[in-house]
C-alpha cells in the first residue's frame, strides 16, 4: 500500500514542495526542497504575475511534478495563496500547471492559510500553554494567530508581505530613516485589528513561522559560532540582545553586505531587511520580548490535517 503523500504550498516568493511517508497516523519526511520562484517580482502590487516569473513558476511545477512522480507519491495536494490570489492572471497561471503537470492547485484565503499555519506550528510542538501570537511572513501576506496551544483565539491575513512592503517602502539601500517611518505609519493604519485583538488577549510570546525567522536564527547561531542545522531544528528561542543587535545589523546593511552575511540565503537579501523592520515594529507596538520560532509552516499545518 503507498502511504505517500505530497504536499506543495506556492508562495509569493519560494514554492515548497514535502513528501512524507504516513504510518499510523505519524509522517516521515522522505523529501523536502523549495524553489525561490520570485512569483511576485516586478508586478505583486500591480497584481500581475510577470512574463519571467510565470516562467519560473511553471518550471518549478515541472520540477516538482518530476520529484513527486520519483518518490512515488500517491496522494497530492497543491495550496496557492497570496500572489495567486490577487493575480489578475492567476487564474491562467493555474490553467497551465494543470495542463502542463496535471496538478491542481488549490486556492485559499487568508483566514484559511492562518489556518494551516496554526495547524503547523503547534505540530512543532513550541506552542506555550498561555496565549502566543503566530506571525507567518510571506512574500504578499502576513498571517498572524492569537492562539493557545489548544486552541485559535483570532486570526487575520493582512496583505503586508515582505516582498509587497519592499516595492512600496525600500527604494533605496541602506533603506532610509524617512523609509523606515513611511512604513511604521502605514502599518500603523493597517493593523488596529492586530492591536485590539492582542489588548483583549494579552500575549507572552511571539512565534515566527518559517521564513524570515529561521534566517534571523541561523544568522545569530553563525555569528555565535555555534553548530547549527535549521534542517534538524523544529522550534528555536532567541536570545532577545542577539535578536535586536542582528535585526540592528541587518536594517543598517545595504545589499552586498547582507550577501555576505552568513545564514542569509539567496532569496532572503531583499526582503530580510522589511521582514526585520515589521518584525521589530509589532514587537514594540505589543511590547513583546519573548520571541521564538517554528521551522514548521503552512506546508506541515495541510499535511498534519491530512493523516488526523
Not at 504510518?23 to 523536502?32: D, G, L, P
Not at 490553467?95 to 492547485?105: L, S
Request: net charge negative; charged share 20%; with cysteine.
Amino acid at each position: 500500500m503507498n502511504n505517500r503523500i505530497a504536499v506543495m504550498d506556492l508562495g509569493t516568493n519560494t514554492f515548497h514542495l514535502l513528501i512524507a511517508e504516513v504510518e499510523n497516523s505519524t509522517a516521515r519526511e522522505v523529501y523536502h526542497t523549495q524553489e525561490p520562484v520570485k512569483l511576485g517580482e516586478g508586478g505583486i502590487n500591480k497584481g500581475f504575475i510577470q512574463p519571467e516569473a510565470f516562467v519560473r513558476g511553471i518550471n518549478a511545477m515541472l520540477h516538482f511534478a518530476g520529484h513527486i512522480k520519483a518518490n512515488n507519491a500517491a496522494t497530492v495536494k497543491c495550496i496557492a495563496t497570496s500572489m495567486l490570489r490577487n493575480a489578475a492572471n492567476g487564474a491562467q497561471f493555474i490553467d497551465e500547471v494543470k495542463a502542463q503537470t496535471g496538478i491542481q492547485i488549490e486556492l485559499i484565503d487568508g483566514q484559511q492559510e492562518a489556518a494551516y499555519i496554526y495547524e503547523g506550528v503547534k505540530a512543532s510542538g513550541c506552542l506555550p500553554d498561555d496565549n502566543s501570537l503566530i506571525m507567518d511572513i510571506g512574500g504578499g501576506s502576513i498571517e498572524f494567530i492569537l492562539c493557545t496551544d489548544e486552541q485559535i483565539l483570532w486570526k487575520q491575513s493582512f496583505e503586508i508581505g515582505a516582498a509587497r512592503m519592499m516595492d512600496k517602502f525600500h527604494r533605496e539601500d541602506p533603506i532610509t530613516p524617512e523609509c523606515i517611518n513611511e512604513l511604521h505609519q502605514y502599518l500603523e493604519q493597517t493593523l488596529p485589528d492586530l492591536f485590539s485583538a492582542v489588548a483583549q488577549n494579552p500575549v507572552g510570546k511571539l512565534i515566527g513561522s518559517a521564513g524570515a525567522f529561521e534566517t534571523f536564527a541561523e544568522v545569530i547561531e553563525l555569528e555565535n559560532r555555534r553548530i547549527f542545522d535549521i534542517k534538524q531544528t523544529h522550534s528555536y528561542d532567541f536570545d532577545l540582545r542577539d535578536f535586536i543587535d542582528t535585526t540592528d545589523i541587518i536594517i543598517r546593511s545595504n545589499y552586498q553586505e547582507r550577501s555576505q552575511m552568513k545564514g542569509v540565503i539567496p532569496l532572503r537579501v531583499d526582503m530580510i531587511v522589511v521582514a526585520s523592520l515589521i518584525t521589530r515594529f509589532v514587537m514594540d507596538k505589543l511590547r513583546i520580548s519573548n520571541v521564538g520560532m517554528s521551522t514548521y509552516s503552512l506546508k506541515e499545518g495541510v499535511l498534519a490535517g491530512m493523516i488526523t
